[in-house]
């Protein structure tokens, strides 16, 4: 069947709107990737100490940087003393406290609205099929809340998967 000349330019007016979409949902994705980066660049120059020097001083900082950029070497050497610092300074943050991990609370009775507030705050949603609270925290933390109102916590452990034996059991056959 053959389409009038309407219906076609109708069709190509539509493909062509399709098309104007896809590329401003592509450059919008660019711009944000561009935002994101900048920010996370702006952070590290904060988190280095150098957002205090004034406009020049902290310019004129980066140009020596781009010079050393093209050397691999000392990109390598960079790269290696910023990683042992992001690790360092996780494990500073993290020296001492409890991970988070799945816990289960149960009260003996239903629990009043003002009770579950500070329950939903610290992660914690009512499963309604088993009746009790479930969440990721921390189990000290877990504990804390549980016994607030007459009630219990407890880790939730997952059990080891079954062994898969290497060969087929043919013995049986």
């Given at each position: ?6 219906e076609r330019?109708r069709?190509?007016?539509q493909q ?6 896809q590329?401003?949902k592509?450059?919008?994705a ?24 004034d ?5 004129g900082?980066?140009?020596s940087?781009?010079d050393g950029?093209t050397?691999?070497?000392q990109?390598?050497q ?13 494990g500073?943050?993290n020296e001492?406290?409890?991970p988070?991990?799945?816990?289960v609370?149960?009260f ?7 009770a579950?507030?500070?329950l939903?705050a610290?992660?914690?949603r009512f499963?309604?099929?088993f ?9 000290n933390?877990a ?10 916590a ?10 898969t034996?290497?060969?087929p059991?043919?013995?049986a056959?």
């Amino acid at each position: 069947m053959a389409r009038s000349l309407a219906e076609r330019l109708r069709a190509l007016e539509q493909q062509k709107a399709r098309l104007a979409e896809q590329e401003a949902k592509l450059k919008d994705a660019g711009r944000k990737a561009r935002t994101r980066r900048l920010i996370e660049a702006g952070a590290l120059v904060e988190k280095t100490g150098l957002l205090d020097l004034d406009a020049n001083a902290l310019y004129g900082a980066l140009l020596s940087l781009r010079d050393g950029a093209t050397n691999g070497r000392q990109v390598e050497q960079w790269a290696a003393l910023g990683g042992r610092t992001f690790a360092r300074e996780a494990g500073a943050r993290n020296e001492g406290k409890e991970p988070v991990e799945p816990v289960v609370l149960t009260f003996p009775n239903p629990l009043p609205k003002e009770a579950t507030a500070p329950l939903r705050a610290a992660g914690f949603r009512f499963n309604k099929v088993f009746q009790h609270w479930e969440g990721m925290t921390r189990f000290n933390e877990a504990e804390q809340l549980a016994s607030a109102n007459a009630g219990s916590a407890r880790r939730v452990t997952h059990p080891a998967p079954p062994a898969t034996p290497d060969a087929p059991d043919t013995a049986a056959a």
